[in-house]
């Protein structure tokens, strides 16, 4: 069923041209160029941008693994304090047992002071000198040992206090370097984030010029007018190829017998309006009369076709991406009771769904525009399509 536009609408179409947004596509080749060549400096830029990117993180990580094996030398030097810290406790413990039974045995026994008894037992000054000495040189021995065991005890706590101290400033260094380096990988994903891939932009940006060199059109010709002039006079060689110009575009219709919207035209950015369906694989239609202009698997896996719709002399193309299954070529003439495809849930998607996209130029050879320019030339779908207001209302029939 088709869907119900209002009067106003069919004679605001029938009247003005497809609305071209600001930031449209070039209208001749000699502004192509300008374009691409801007894109692609853009691009190489970028490009640079990543590989400075990867640089820095793989010197950050470098710098991770150093002090990861610094603090792992941190821990092991611990352990061996503390083991000689455990040692000197108890040596000092045993030496202080010794002190006491060497001060016992010099001091009192049996109500005598047995150092007296042992120093006036001397037979001679001269054995009481020495004995003297000996009992000086036991206690100054013992002393100094006590003293050495201390001082290396304090000295291992020192010590161990500042391992400690030097590996709380590692693990935060640590943690500092880590956060660095996500920044860097969010930085180097936002520019890679844009679907496809740099050196994909890069390469069909270089095909739009070599497309447009290639059917005749000159430095100062409107591209479509180049286009349709050409692949009007070549349409009987180049079916199939994608390029020929497809019939006029008589009205816009849902591209599936029911469902509902899940996310609007840039929502955060987004490019495309979601729909949805409790039938995960239900069929998908063209949202108007087209030619099948390109057809792939986008980075992330996802199954794209993309339709160019003639209208009011101007090109209009719809992309449908994330579906489970495609059933037309490129160059196929396709009509809104067509089946495409089908619902899927195939590359960057969290849920069975269909991305529909409407844009006035396409990054693909023969679309006119870069990706940059792609981006920046999206429609509204609800512009000519008749979804529900608001998200997850249902609707039923085209």
Known sequence: MKKTIPAFLLILLAVFLVPINTNAAASTLSELRQEVEEFTADLDSKNNQIAANDAEVAEIQKNIADIESQISEIESETEVLEQEIEESNAEIEEKSEQSKSLFQYLQVSEGENAYLEYIFGATSVTDMVYRMAIVEQLTEYNDQIMDELTQLVEENEQRKEELAKKNQELEQLTTELEAEQAKINAETAAIKDAMPSIEQQKEEAEKQIEYYESIGCSETENLTSCQIRYERNNASSSGGSGNIVPPSASGFYRPMESGYVTQEWMNAGHLGIDLSNTNKTIEIHPI???????????DYGALVLKIRHYVNGRYLYSTYAHLSSW???????????DVIGRMGNTGYSFGAHLHLELTTCDWHAGGGCTWATYQNSTINPRQYIGFPSGLRVWWSGR
Not at 327 to 337: F, Q, R, T
């Open 327 to 337: 059933y037309v070529n490129v160059g196929d003439i396709v009509n809104p009771s």
């Open 288 to 298: 108007a009369t087209g030619v099948v202009f390109a057809k792939y698997y986008d």
